[in-house]
């Protein structure tokens, strides 16, 4: 389904009185709004292929029906999800989970809804139907070299699907590791590994970049071989410039200081990009902001100072993406909700007051420090990110729009009620 111009305008009308009267604060803030606002017209986040459909766990799956069928129908729902909120105007594909088979027409059809391509993934974890090799002990790090020749062509197919549809950037996710003491040579491992990715580096074009993602655990249990941010990191800078780390804030053990962490890698020039999600316990692929929204928040608050630091473009630079697995919520209900939460935190960082809180550092007054933090934390920025959205030709709310055209109910009557969406 696609989203008549008409019915944002037509809904915006009937919010507008209220949303005038929350922005008032911020009109005689014009100094700090105005290049909020701005920023935040500019920030988009990409949206994962394989985050269009319900998810489920090991224990089951309960589908909600008008899931996307296709590639192009998964093209339609971020296409909607960008028309009501003008701030995910990215696709991220998982190959083979969404191969495009003809790419001219998929990347024309992604640019009708104002998409772009953001980085493609390959999938080095799961065996295929036609796989002549196993994963089963690993992919790039595998004592077989067969079996990491065949993850090294994969990635270097996945680069060319890539390049046809205009993306820039390769993430690589392994799932290697061990999962019992003895099972694996780290050094041997971390060798292989390091081998393998260099002949997927050498395969990069030129302007492209490569992101090494890590997790700390699952589906391996005991190691992983690119477990945490100093390995990914270590990857990165032995690969060269084109190759980053990627962080995704499910991928720590409990407790990580993550902001800390993005903090130092941006500092050294080596954060590349971004999962979103949130967790209570490990991977847990929530709704970002769901759980920690002052963690969130810590984090944009590092993400914009040393973006600043190195004058970075905010919106450009890094790649962001949000992955998560929905398993109780409508899968677009909850992207729009990760989105919002997502610019919140970021409008809230922006507003910090950097000068004060540098002030208060330098004299060792922890105090101050955290009031200025909490100062901008418990700022009610959602009348600017509204307000960003309205200029932008979005939604000044998505999800009551999208509750009120009844879009889960039209989508389930344009694709069925027991639909299963491709690739996951
Ligand atoms: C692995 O847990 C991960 O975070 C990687 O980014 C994968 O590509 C994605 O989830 C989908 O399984
Ligand atoms: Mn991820």
Same mark, same amino acid.
């Given at each position: 389904?696609?989203l008549d111009?008409?019915?944002?305008?037509?809904?915006?009308?009937t919010?507008?009185?209220?949303h005038q009267?929350?922005l008032?604060?911020w009109?005689?803030e014009?100094?700090?709004?105005?290049?909020?606002i701005?920023?935040?017209?500019?920030?988009?986040?990409?949206?994962p292929?394989?985050a269009?459909g319900? !998810?489920g766990?090991?224990f !089951?799956?309960?589908p909600g029906?008008g899931?996307?069928?296709?590639?192009?129908?998964?093209?339609a729902d971020?296409?909607l999800?960008h028309?009501?909120?003008?701030?995910?105007?990215?696709?991220?594909?998982?190959i083979?989970?969404d191969?495009?088979?003809?790419?001219?027409?998929?990347r024309?059809?992604?640019a009708?809804?104002?998409l772009?391509?953001?980085?493609?993934?390959?999938?080095?974890?799961?065996?295929q139907?036609?796989?002549?090799q196993?994963?089963?002990?690993?992919?790039l790090q595998?004592?077989?070299?067969a079996?990491r020749r065949q993850?090294?062509?994969?990635?270097?197919?996945v680069? /060319?699907?890539?390049?046809?549809l205009?993306?820039?950037?390769?993430t690589?996710?392994l799932?290697?590791?061990s999962?019992?003491?003895?099972?694996l040579?780290?050094?041997?491992a971390?060798?292989?590994?390091l081998?393998?990715?260099e002949?997927?580096?050498?395969a990069?074009?030129n302007d492209?970049k490569? &992101?090494v993602? $890590?997790?700390?655990f699952?589906?391996?249990?005991?190691s992983?071989?690119?477990?945490?941010?100093g390995s990914?990191? =270590?990857?990165?800078n032995?690969l060269?410039?084109?190759?980053?780390?990627?962080?995704?804030?499910?991928?720590? =053990?409990?407790?990580?200081?993550i902001e800390q962490?993005?903090a130092?890698?941006l500092?050294?020039?080596k954060?590349?990009g971004?999962? &979103?999600n949130?967790?209570? $316990?490990?991977?847990d692929?929530?709704?970002?902001g769901?759980?920690?929204?002052?963690?969130?928040?810590?984090i944009?608050?590092?993400l914009?100072?040393?973006?600043?630091?190195?004058?970075?473009?905010?919106?450009?630079?890094?790649?962001?993406?949000?992955?998560?697995?929905h398993?109780?919520?409508?899968?677009?209900?909850?992207?729009l909700?990760?989105v919002?939460?997502?610019?919140i935190?970021?409008?809230?960082?922006?507003?910090?007051d950097?000068?004060a =809180?540098?002030?208060?550092?330098?004299?060792n007054?922890?105090v101050r420090a955290q009031?200025?933090?909490?100062?901008?934390?418990?700022?009610?920025?959602?009348?600017?990110?509204?307000?960003? /959205?309205?200029?932008?030709?979005?939604?000044?709310?998505?999800?009551g729009l $999208?509750?009120?055209?009844?879009?889960?109910q039209?989508?389930?009557?344009?694709?069925?009620a027991?639909?299963?969406?491709?690739g996951?």
């Amino acid at each position: 389904m696609k989203l008549d111009p008409e019915s944002i305008a037509e809904y915006n009308q009937t919010q507008l009185e209220g949303h005038q009267r929350k922005l008032s604060y911020w009109t005689q803030e014009v100094a700090k709004a105005e290049p909020v606002i701005q920023k935040l017209i500019d920030f988009q986040i990409a949206i994962p292929s394989w985050a269009l459909g319900t !998810g489920g766990t090991r224990f !089951g799956r309960f589908p909600g029906g008008g899931e996307p069928r296709s590639l192009e129908e998964k093209i339609a729902d971020v296409g909607l999800l960008h028309a009501l909120n003008r701030a995910s105007g990215a696709i991220s594909l998982h190959i083979p989970w969404d191969i495009p088979t003809d790419p001219n027409a998929i990347r024309q059809l992604a640019a009708q809804h104002g998409l772009r391509f953001d980085a493609v993934n390959s999938n080095t974890f799961q065996d295929q139907l036609d796989a002549q090799q196993s994963y089963k002990f690993g992919s790039l790090q595998h004592t077989d070299p067969a079996v990491r020749r065949q993850a090294i062509e994969h990635n270097i197919e996945v680069i /060319r699907h890539g390049v046809a549809l205009g993306s820039d950037a390769l993430t690589v996710w392994l799932s290697d590791g061990s999962c019992f003491p003895g099972q694996l040579n780290f050094r041997k491992a971390f060798d292989r590994t390091l081998s393998s990715l260099e002949e997927i580096y050498a395969a990069l074009p030129n302007d492209w970049k490569l &992101f090494v993602e $890590y997790k700390a655990f699952e589906p391996n249990f005991y190691s992983m071989t690119v477990g945490d941010w100093g390995s990914s990191f =270590l990857y990165a800078n032995k690969l060269g410039p084109k190759a980053y780390t990627l962080v995704d804030l499910g991928h720590h =053990l409990p407790n990580a200081n993550i902001e800390q962490i993005v903090a130092i890698l941006l500092h050294q020039g080596k954060l590349g990009g971004f999962h &979103f999600n949130d967790s209570k $316990y490990g991977d847990d692929d929530l709704t970002a902001g769901s759980i920690k929204p002052y963690q969130l928040f810590l984090i944009f608050t590092e993400l914009v100072d040393g973006l600043d630091a190195r004058g970075m473009n905010h919106a450009t630079d890094l790649g962001w993406m949000i992955d998560a697995s929905h398993n109780v919520k409508d899968p677009l209900e909850d992207l729009l909700q990760s989105v919002e939460a997502i610019q919140i935190a970021y409008a809230q960082a922006l507003i910090v007051d950097r000068e004060a =809180l540098e002030d208060a550092r330098e004299a060792n007054d922890p105090v101050r420090a955290q009031e200025i933090l909490q100062d901008a934390f418990r700022t009610d920025v959602r009348p600017l990110v509204a307000e960003a /959205r309205r200029r932008a030709g979005a939604s000044l709310n998505p999800l009551g729009l $999208y509750r009120q055209l009844n879009v889960r109910q039209q989508l389930i009557g344009e694709r069925g009620a027991k639909t299963v969406t491709t690739g996951l």
